[in-house]
């Protein structure tokens, strides 16, 4: 069994900040890349920051300069710092991540239960 648990969601006001944490535990063999995603009511989820094993990350236009992903592969977890916090950052972010349950098996995508953020005055 595998689990990805976000953590760190919340009420900002707009400028502010978030720290964004997620693990992943269970049984698996290996971490490929990592990312975050998110959906705000009404529209598709999105891809916000990626990761690789050996940190290139990529980000999507909305967020560059104000969001860093970065991770820990001893703990298994990535983050996302959100910086200049706006309304329309306002959604449900999603961890992902691409295990590999056995040695020699095919890496899959798994996803978190979602943690919400709200940017409100």
């Known amino acids: 069994q595998v689990q990805l648990v976000e953590s760190g969601g919340g009420l900002v006001q707009p400028g502010g900040s978030l720290r964004l944490s997620c693990a992943a535990s269970?049984?698996?063999?290996?971490?490929?890349?990592m990312g975050w995603y998110r959906q705000a009511p009404g529209k598709q989820r999105e891809t916000v920051a990626q990761i690789t094993t050996s940190g290139i990350t990529e980000y999507a236009d909305s967020v560059k300069g104000r969001f860093t992903i970065s991770r820990d592969n001893g703990k298994n977890m990535v983050y996302l710092q959100m910086n200049s916090l706006q309304p329309e950052d306002t959604a449900v972010y999603y961890c992902?991540?691409?295990?590999?349950?056995?040695?020699?098996?095919?890496?899959?995508?798994?996803w978190g239960q979602g943690t919400q953020v709200t940017v409100s005055s």
């Open positions: 269970g049984s698996f063999v290996g971490i490929g890349a």
């Open positions: 992902n991540a691409r295990l590999r349950r056995n040695y020699g098996g095919r890496y899959s995508d798994y």
